[in-house]
């Protein structure tokens, strides 16, 4: 196996378990509780003290502006990714996967940004106080960033995805010598 089919695979994962995670734990910020089983609602709890991610329970604006792009934008990509990355090779992934992975760096660089720097109240949901609580939620969203960051660089760099674009250049660049 190749290292961009390992990493194919690593964006097949990446995308796949995105889904659920985003339906039935990330848009609970942002919608209306009766939509949710009360188990689903435990869960993002649990996570929620576990890791004191108060964001997740009681999200300021911003962060609500994040999920809102997260839900319109990013979930209909989700699957499609998912199916691009399973498949391997797919060369049209590319510039989808670029504005994709540029604009989930960018807003993950505010969010860890909050995490480590931001002085949380001790109340109504807890958030992380000490260090070691700000590096473990840090690296619940850490993949987030990273994942997209590797997946940019392979759009940008791997000769298995620039190269779909050489041939309408070069096509290009032959008809008007022929003019």
């Known amino acids: 196996m190749s290292f961009v089919r390992f990493l194919e695979w690593v964006f097949f994962l990446y995308f796949a378990s995105h889904i659920p995670i985003t339906l039935f ?3 609970q910020a942002l919608l209306p509780g009766e939509l949710y089983p009360q188990s689903l609602k435990d869960v993002l709890r ?14 300021p604006a911003w962060f609500k502006s994040f999920i809102f792009c997260e839900a319109l934008l990013q979930t209909p990509f ?11 090779g797919c060369r049209w992934i590319r510039t ?3 504005v994709y992975a540029t604009h989930v760096a960018t807003t993950l ?6 995490i480590l720097f931001y002085r949380f109240p001790e109340a109504p949901h807890p958030g992380p106080q ?4 700000r590096l473990a939620l840090t690296a619940i969203y850490a993949p987030y960033l990273l994942i997209p960051i590797i997946l940019l660089l392979t759009m940008l760099l791997s000769s298995a995805y620039r190269a779909a674009a050489a041939p ?3 096509g290009r660049a032959a008809s008007k010598k022929k003019r």
Do not use: C, N, T
Not at 78 to 88: D, E, L, N, Q
Not at 130 to 133: D, N
């Open 25 to 27: 734990i990330d848009l």
């Open 78 to 88: 989700f699957p499609v990714a998912a199916y691009a990355f399973y498949k391997g």
């Open 130 to 133: 000490s260090p070691q609580e």
């Open 46 to 59: 649990w996570y929620a003290a576990q890791f004191k991610d108060p964001m997740m329970l009681d999200p």
């Open 168 to 170: 309408a250049r070069e």
């Open 96 to 98: 989808p996967a670029i």
């Open 109 to 114: 660089i505010p969010i860890l940004a909050h």
